[in-house]
Protein backbone atom coordinates (compact mmCIF):
# COMPACT_ATOMS: atom_id res chain seq x y z
CA UNK A 1 0.00 0.00 0.00
CA UNK A 2 1.56 3.48 -0.94
CA UNK A 3 1.58 5.94 1.68
CA UNK A 4 2.01 9.44 1.27
CA UNK A 5 5.46 11.48 1.65
CA UNK A 6 4.72 14.36 4.47
CA UNK A 7 5.66 18.07 3.43
CA UNK A 8 8.82 19.68 4.78
CA UNK A 9 8.73 22.31 7.20
CA UNK A 10 11.20 25.11 8.09
CA UNK A 11 13.70 23.70 10.22
CA UNK A 12 12.83 23.20 14.20
CA UNK A 13 14.92 21.63 17.17
CA UNK A 14 12.81 18.70 16.89
CA UNK A 15 12.69 15.41 14.42
CA UNK A 16 10.64 16.30 11.08
CA UNK A 17 8.83 13.72 9.89
CA UNK A 18 9.16 12.93 6.33
CA UNK A 19 6.90 10.65 5.65
CA UNK A 20 5.19 6.62 7.04
CA UNK A 21 3.81 3.71 5.35
CA UNK A 22 1.83 0.83 6.78
CA UNK A 23 4.65 -2.22 6.42
CA UNK A 24 1.91 -4.64 6.92
CA UNK A 25 -1.75 -4.40 7.12
CA UNK A 26 -1.92 -7.61 9.37
CA UNK A 27 1.42 -8.81 10.58
CA UNK A 28 4.17 -7.01 12.99
CA UNK A 29 6.84 -5.18 11.09
CA UNK A 30 9.79 -7.02 13.11
CA UNK A 31 12.44 -4.52 11.16
CA UNK A 32 13.19 -2.02 9.18
CA UNK A 33 16.42 -0.22 7.69
CA UNK A 34 17.35 2.58 4.96
CA UNK A 35 18.16 1.75 1.78
CA UNK A 36 22.18 3.49 1.05
CA UNK A 37 22.07 6.25 -1.01
CA UNK A 38 18.27 6.12 -2.02
CA UNK A 39 15.26 7.61 -0.76
CA UNK A 40 14.04 4.43 0.51
CA UNK A 41 13.80 1.80 3.06
CA UNK A 42 13.36 -2.05 3.61
CA UNK A 43 11.17 -3.86 5.52
CA UNK A 44 10.62 -7.66 6.95
CA UNK A 45 7.26 -9.13 8.76
CA UNK A 46 5.81 -11.43 10.19
CA UNK A 47 3.69 -11.53 6.84
CA UNK A 48 6.69 -13.65 5.69
CA UNK A 49 7.56 -10.95 2.66
CA UNK A 50 10.75 -8.78 2.54
CA UNK A 51 9.62 -5.07 1.01
CA UNK A 52 11.90 -2.49 -0.80
CA UNK A 53 10.08 1.17 -0.09
CA UNK A 54 11.22 4.19 -2.83
CA UNK A 55 10.18 7.20 -3.19
CA UNK A 56 8.42 7.99 -6.27
CA UNK A 57 7.91 10.31 -8.27
CA UNK A 58 4.42 11.37 -7.04
CA UNK A 59 5.94 11.73 -3.47
CA UNK A 60 4.51 8.45 -2.40
CA UNK A 61 6.80 5.14 -1.30
CA UNK A 62 5.87 1.92 -3.07
CA UNK A 63 7.21 -1.38 -3.10
CA UNK A 64 9.79 -1.80 -5.84
CA UNK A 65 10.21 -5.12 -4.23
CA UNK A 66 8.03 -7.97 -2.59
CA UNK A 67 9.60 -10.89 -1.79
CA UNK A 68 7.52 -14.22 -0.09
CA UNK A 69 9.50 -16.54 2.02
CA UNK A 70 8.87 -19.58 3.51
CA UNK A 71 8.91 -18.45 6.94
CA UNK A 72 8.24 -14.87 9.01
CA UNK A 73 10.84 -12.80 8.88
CA UNK A 74 12.08 -12.06 12.37
CA UNK A 75 15.26 -9.52 11.70
CA UNK A 76 17.63 -8.23 9.21
CA UNK A 77 21.27 -6.59 7.91
CA UNK A 78 21.56 -4.60 4.80
CA UNK A 79 25.50 -4.09 3.53
CA UNK A 80 25.76 -0.65 2.10
CA UNK A 81 29.41 -1.73 0.17
CA UNK A 82 27.84 -4.90 -1.25
CA UNK A 83 24.08 -4.90 -0.80
CA UNK A 84 23.86 -8.09 0.72
CA UNK A 85 20.97 -8.36 2.42
CA UNK A 86 20.70 -11.43 5.56
CA UNK A 87 17.02 -12.72 6.35
CA UNK A 88 16.71 -13.99 9.88
CA UNK A 89 13.73 -16.28 9.80
CA UNK A 90 10.96 -17.61 12.21
CA UNK A 91 12.57 -21.78 11.29
CA UNK A 92 15.98 -20.94 12.02
CA UNK A 93 16.77 -19.96 9.09
CA UNK A 94 19.39 -16.99 7.45
CA UNK A 95 18.46 -16.37 3.77
CA UNK A 96 21.29 -14.46 1.91
CA UNK A 97 20.33 -12.43 -1.17
CA UNK A 98 22.20 -9.55 -3.26
CA UNK A 99 19.88 -6.42 -4.44
CA UNK A 100 20.05 -4.76 -7.49
CA UNK A 101 21.74 -1.34 -8.02
CA UNK A 102 18.28 0.53 -8.50
CA UNK A 103 16.31 -2.01 -5.43
CA UNK A 104 14.14 -3.42 -8.13
CA UNK A 105 14.86 -7.31 -7.88
CA UNK A 106 16.49 -9.54 -4.93
CA UNK A 107 18.57 -12.33 -6.17
CA UNK A 108 19.32 -15.34 -3.94
CA UNK A 109 22.67 -16.20 -2.80
CA UNK A 110 22.30 -18.80 -0.08
CA UNK A 111 20.36 -20.12 2.75
CA UNK A 112 22.12 -21.48 6.49
CA UNK A 113 20.30 -23.65 8.59
CA UNK A 114 21.38 -21.33 11.42
CA UNK A 115 19.28 -22.34 14.65
CA UNK A 116 16.74 -24.39 15.81
CA UNK A 117 13.93 -22.47 16.04
CA UNK A 118 13.29 -18.11 15.59
CA UNK A 119 16.91 -15.99 14.44
CA UNK A 120 17.05 -12.78 17.00
CA UNK A 121 19.75 -10.89 15.34
CA UNK A 122 21.82 -11.19 12.64
CA UNK A 123 25.27 -9.68 11.74
CA UNK A 124 27.36 -9.47 8.53
CA UNK A 125 31.56 -8.74 8.53
CA UNK A 126 32.05 -7.67 5.54
CA UNK A 127 36.15 -7.89 6.71
CA UNK A 128 35.97 -11.51 8.01
CA UNK A 129 32.97 -13.17 5.61
CA UNK A 130 31.38 -13.79 8.34
CA UNK A 131 27.65 -14.35 9.33
CA UNK A 132 27.11 -13.74 13.32
CA UNK A 133 23.79 -14.58 14.48
CA UNK A 134 21.63 -15.38 18.00
CA UNK A 135 18.39 -17.53 17.95
CA UNK A 136 15.58 -18.30 20.21
CA UNK A 137 17.18 -21.54 20.80
CA UNK A 138 20.18 -19.91 23.09
CA UNK A 139 22.86 -20.28 20.97
CA UNK A 140 25.46 -18.14 18.83
CA UNK A 141 26.82 -18.94 15.87
CA UNK A 142 28.79 -18.03 13.31
CA UNK A 143 29.07 -19.32 9.74
CA UNK A 144 31.21 -18.38 6.89
CA UNK A 145 29.58 -16.57 4.09
CA UNK A 146 31.59 -17.79 1.30
CA UNK A 147 30.90 -21.50 1.78
CA UNK A 148 28.10 -21.54 4.14
CA UNK A 149 29.99 -23.30 6.29
CA UNK A 150 29.05 -23.45 9.86
CA UNK A 151 32.69 -22.39 11.91
CA UNK A 152 31.17 -22.82 15.75
CA UNK A 153 28.28 -21.50 18.13
CA UNK A 154 28.33 -20.88 21.78
CA UNK A 155 25.02 -21.50 24.30
CA UNK A 156 24.06 -18.59 26.08
CA UNK A 157 22.65 -19.57 29.95
CA UNK A 158 19.35 -17.12 28.87
CA UNK A 159 17.52 -16.38 26.00
CA UNK A 160 19.55 -13.49 23.55
CA UNK A 161 18.89 -10.22 22.56
CA UNK A 162 21.77 -8.21 21.67
CA UNK A 163 24.41 -8.98 19.68
CA UNK A 164 26.99 -6.87 18.45
CA UNK A 165 30.49 -7.32 16.56
CA UNK A 166 34.27 -5.22 16.90
CA UNK A 167 36.57 -6.04 14.43
CA UNK A 168 39.75 -4.65 15.73
CA UNK A 169 39.56 -7.09 18.43
CA UNK A 170 37.22 -9.61 17.08
CA UNK A 171 35.00 -9.61 20.02
CA UNK A 172 31.30 -10.32 20.20
CA UNK A 173 29.26 -8.93 22.84
CA UNK A 174 26.25 -10.82 23.50
CA UNK A 175 23.04 -9.20 25.67
CA UNK A 176 20.60 -11.59 27.31
CA UNK A 177 17.29 -11.57 28.70
CA UNK A 178 18.76 -12.33 32.48
CA UNK A 179 20.76 -8.51 32.34
CA UNK A 180 24.01 -10.17 31.52
CA UNK A 181 26.71 -9.40 28.43
CA UNK A 182 28.92 -12.06 27.56
CA UNK A 183 32.30 -10.96 25.49
CA UNK A 184 33.19 -13.79 22.97
CA UNK A 185 36.88 -13.71 21.41
CA UNK A 186 36.25 -15.54 17.84
CA UNK A 187 38.51 -17.36 16.13
CA UNK A 188 38.03 -18.78 12.48
CA UNK A 189 36.74 -22.26 14.17
CA UNK A 190 36.62 -21.20 17.72
CA UNK A 191 35.74 -18.77 20.39
CA UNK A 192 37.17 -18.30 24.02
CA UNK A 193 34.93 -16.78 26.87
CA UNK A 194 36.57 -12.88 28.19
CA UNK A 195 34.23 -12.15 30.63
CA UNK A 196 30.86 -11.75 31.61
CA UNK A 197 29.49 -8.36 33.43
CA UNK A 198 25.65 -7.33 34.40
CA UNK A 199 24.54 -4.06 35.53
CA UNK A 200 20.70 -3.94 34.54
CA UNK A 201 17.65 -5.05 36.94
CA UNK A 202 15.82 -6.30 34.06
CA UNK A 203 16.75 -8.05 30.96
CA UNK A 204 19.11 -6.39 28.13
CA UNK A 205 16.66 -5.60 24.86
CA UNK A 206 19.16 -3.88 22.77
CA UNK A 207 22.97 -3.45 22.27
CA UNK A 208 24.99 -0.70 20.64
CA UNK A 209 29.29 -0.34 20.32
CA UNK A 210 31.30 2.55 19.49
CA UNK A 211 34.85 1.41 18.22
CA UNK A 212 36.05 4.68 18.61
CA UNK A 213 35.61 5.37 21.69
CA UNK A 214 35.46 1.86 22.69
CA UNK A 215 31.91 1.77 25.05
CA UNK A 216 29.18 -0.39 24.98
CA UNK A 217 25.61 0.55 25.39
CA UNK A 218 23.07 -1.56 26.36
CA UNK A 219 19.31 -0.79 26.66
CA UNK A 220 16.82 -2.75 29.11
CA UNK A 221 13.86 -4.00 30.20
CA UNK A 222 13.97 -2.07 33.51
CA UNK A 223 14.01 1.50 31.05
CA UNK A 224 17.73 2.50 31.70
CA UNK A 225 20.64 2.52 29.56
CA UNK A 226 23.95 1.75 30.74
CA UNK A 227 27.46 2.98 29.21
CA UNK A 228 30.28 0.51 29.54
CA UNK A 229 33.83 1.77 29.43
CA UNK A 230 35.37 -1.19 27.75
CA UNK A 231 38.55 -0.05 26.63
CA UNK A 232 39.38 1.91 29.59
CA UNK A 233 39.62 -0.91 31.36
CA UNK A 234 38.00 0.37 34.56
CA UNK A 235 35.30 -1.29 35.12
CA UNK A 236 33.33 2.25 34.79
CA UNK A 237 29.54 2.05 33.95
CA UNK A 238 27.78 5.08 33.38
CA UNK A 239 23.89 4.75 33.55
CA UNK A 240 21.26 6.78 31.34
CA UNK A 241 17.74 7.61 32.96
CA UNK A 242 15.45 8.69 30.29
CA UNK A 243 12.62 6.46 29.15
CA UNK A 244 9.03 5.53 31.11
CA UNK A 245 9.46 1.90 29.35
CA UNK A 246 11.69 -0.18 28.33
CA UNK A 247 14.28 0.55 25.82
CA UNK A 248 13.88 -1.48 22.41
CA UNK A 249 16.52 0.24 20.16
CA UNK A 250 20.21 2.39 20.00
CA UNK A 251 21.70 3.76 17.56
CA UNK A 252 25.20 5.87 17.98
CA UNK A 253 26.03 8.76 15.89
CA UNK A 254 30.07 8.99 15.62
CA UNK A 255 30.45 12.24 14.37
CA UNK A 256 28.55 14.26 16.86
CA UNK A 257 28.77 11.66 19.68
CA UNK A 258 25.01 11.13 20.42
CA UNK A 259 23.34 8.43 21.34
CA UNK A 260 19.78 8.23 19.93
CA UNK A 261 17.39 5.19 21.95
CA UNK A 262 13.86 4.61 21.50
CA UNK A 263 11.60 2.80 23.51
CA UNK A 264 8.41 1.19 23.94
CA UNK A 265 7.00 4.18 25.45
CA UNK A 266 7.12 6.11 22.04
CA UNK A 267 10.44 8.66 23.27
CA UNK A 268 12.93 9.15 20.98
CA UNK A 269 15.56 10.62 23.29
CA UNK A 270 18.58 11.98 22.12
CA UNK A 271 21.78 12.03 24.45
CA UNK A 272 24.59 14.40 24.92
CA UNK A 273 27.53 11.98 25.18
CA UNK A 274 30.12 14.62 24.85
CA UNK A 275 30.23 15.73 28.23
CA UNK A 276 32.22 14.32 30.97
CA UNK A 277 29.67 12.22 32.88
CA UNK A 278 29.89 10.40 36.31
CA UNK A 279 29.00 6.87 37.36
CA UNK A 280 25.86 6.64 39.89
CA UNK A 281 27.09 5.42 43.76
CA UNK A 282 26.99 2.75 45.01
CA UNK A 283 24.15 2.27 47.26
CA UNK A 284 24.96 2.14 51.06
CA UNK A 285 23.70 -0.63 53.54
CA UNK A 286 22.11 0.46 57.10
CA UNK A 287 20.57 -0.23 59.68
CA UNK A 288 19.75 3.42 60.75
CA UNK A 289 19.19 6.41 58.33
CA UNK A 290 22.66 7.81 58.20
CA UNK A 291 21.23 11.33 58.51
CA UNK A 292 19.60 11.24 61.46
CA UNK A 293 20.17 8.18 63.20
CA UNK A 294 16.78 7.09 63.16
CA UNK A 295 16.58 3.48 63.31
CA UNK A 296 14.72 1.18 59.96
CA UNK A 297 12.12 -0.87 60.56
CA UNK A 298 13.75 -4.09 60.60
CA UNK A 299 16.51 -2.55 63.44
CA UNK A 300 14.32 -3.63 66.29
CA UNK A 301 17.09 -2.99 68.81
CA UNK A 302 17.79 0.59 68.07
CA UNK A 303 13.76 0.52 68.25
CA UNK A 304 13.29 -0.69 71.73
CA UNK A 305 16.28 1.10 73.03
CA UNK A 306 14.95 4.36 71.72
CA UNK A 307 11.67 3.67 71.79
CA UNK A 308 10.69 5.01 68.45
CA UNK A 309 8.54 3.29 65.36
CA UNK A 310 10.70 2.20 62.36
CA UNK A 311 11.20 3.78 59.67
CA UNK A 312 11.57 2.70 55.99
CA UNK A 313 14.81 2.79 54.41
CA UNK A 314 15.28 5.26 50.75
CA UNK A 315 18.51 6.51 48.78
CA UNK A 316 19.78 9.38 47.63
CA UNK A 317 20.53 8.91 43.99
CA UNK A 318 23.55 11.24 44.55
CA UNK A 319 26.05 10.17 47.41
CA UNK A 320 24.42 6.67 47.76
CA UNK A 321 23.36 6.98 51.42
CA UNK A 322 20.42 5.27 53.50
CA UNK A 323 18.14 7.68 54.25
CA UNK A 324 14.88 7.95 55.73
CA UNK A 325 11.64 10.00 53.93
CA UNK A 326 12.45 12.70 56.26
CA UNK A 327 16.01 13.60 54.77
CA UNK A 328 15.05 12.69 51.62
CA UNK A 329 12.03 14.73 50.84
CA UNK A 330 13.47 16.45 48.04
CA UNK A 331 13.92 15.66 44.30
CA UNK A 332 16.12 16.94 41.40
CA UNK A 333 17.87 15.50 38.28
CA UNK A 334 21.05 14.93 38.07
CA UNK A 335 21.95 14.89 34.10
CA UNK A 336 25.54 14.22 34.35
CA UNK A 337 24.85 11.22 36.68
CA UNK A 338 22.49 10.41 33.71
CA UNK A 339 19.20 11.59 35.59
CA UNK A 340 16.92 13.17 33.04
CA UNK A 341 13.82 13.13 35.62
CA UNK A 342 13.68 14.60 38.82
CA UNK A 343 15.04 11.69 41.78
CA UNK A 344 14.97 11.46 44.84
CA UNK A 345 18.11 13.14 46.86
CA UNK A 346 19.19 13.65 50.27
CA UNK A 347 18.73 17.18 51.61
CA UNK A 348 22.50 18.31 51.31
CA UNK A 349 23.20 16.97 48.17
CA UNK A 350 19.90 18.84 46.81
CA UNK A 351 21.25 21.88 48.24
CA UNK A 352 24.71 21.26 46.57
CA UNK A 353 23.19 20.47 43.25
CA UNK A 354 23.50 24.08 41.03
CA UNK A 355 21.33 25.05 38.54
CA UNK A 356 24.23 24.53 35.98
CA UNK A 357 24.75 20.48 36.94
CA UNK A 358 20.90 20.57 36.67
CA UNK A 359 20.91 21.40 32.70
CA UNK A 360 19.81 18.44 30.48
CA UNK A 361 22.17 16.60 28.57
CA UNK A 362 19.50 14.89 26.49
CA UNK A 363 16.55 16.01 24.23
CA UNK A 364 12.82 14.65 24.45
CA UNK A 365 10.65 13.91 21.36
CA UNK A 366 7.38 11.74 21.07
CA UNK A 367 7.61 9.28 17.96
CA UNK A 368 3.86 8.56 18.48
CA UNK A 369 4.23 4.96 18.35
CA UNK A 370 5.58 2.34 20.18
CA UNK A 371 8.99 1.69 18.86
CA UNK A 372 10.98 -2.26 18.16
CA UNK A 373 13.63 -1.39 15.97
CA UNK A 374 15.49 1.69 14.73
CA UNK A 375 18.04 2.42 11.80
CA UNK A 376 19.91 5.82 11.38
CA UNK A 377 21.38 7.41 8.26
CA UNK A 378 24.21 9.72 9.96
CA UNK A 379 25.70 10.77 6.63
CA UNK A 380 21.71 12.03 5.89
CA UNK A 381 20.47 12.49 9.07
CA UNK A 382 17.69 9.96 8.77
CA UNK A 383 16.03 8.32 11.44
CA UNK A 384 13.66 4.95 10.38
CA UNK A 385 12.04 3.62 13.67
CA UNK A 386 9.21 0.54 12.97
CA UNK A 387 6.37 0.18 15.64
CA UNK A 388 4.41 -2.61 16.90
CA UNK A 389 1.30 -0.38 15.04
CA UNK A 390 2.87 -1.72 11.96
CA UNK A 391 4.04 1.51 11.22
CA UNK A 392 7.56 2.78 9.50
CA UNK A 393 7.82 6.00 10.25
CA UNK A 394 11.18 8.09 8.61
CA UNK A 395 12.29 11.27 10.60
CA UNK A 396 14.54 13.67 9.69
CA UNK A 397 16.70 14.34 12.43
CA UNK A 398 19.27 17.15 11.45
CA UNK A 399 17.65 19.55 13.98
CA UNK A 400 18.68 17.27 16.86
CA UNK A 401 21.54 15.62 15.73
CA UNK A 402 24.12 17.60 14.34
Known amino acids: MAAPALPSSPLRRRPLLLGQVEGSPDHAVTMAALVPKEDGFLSVSEDRTVRVWLKRDSGQYWPSIYHPLPSPCSCMCINPE ?100 TILKLEQENSNLITTFRGHTGGITALCWD ?34 DKVQSLFYAHHTRQLISCGADGGIVVWNMDVERQETPEWLDSDSCQKCDQPFFWNFKQMWDCKKIGLRQHH ?87
Open 82 to 181: TRRLSVGLDNGTISEFILSEDYNKMTPVKSYQAHQSRVLMVLFVLEMEWILSIGQDKHFTWHCSESGQRLGSYRINAGACGLQFDMETRHVFIGDHSGQV
Open 211 to 244: PVQRVLFSGSSDHSIIMWDIGGRKGTAIELQGHN
Open 316 to 402: CRKCGKAVCGKCSSKRSSIPLMGFEFDVRVCDSCYESITDEERAPTATFHDSKHNVVHVHFDATRGWLLTSGTDKVIKLWDMTPVVS
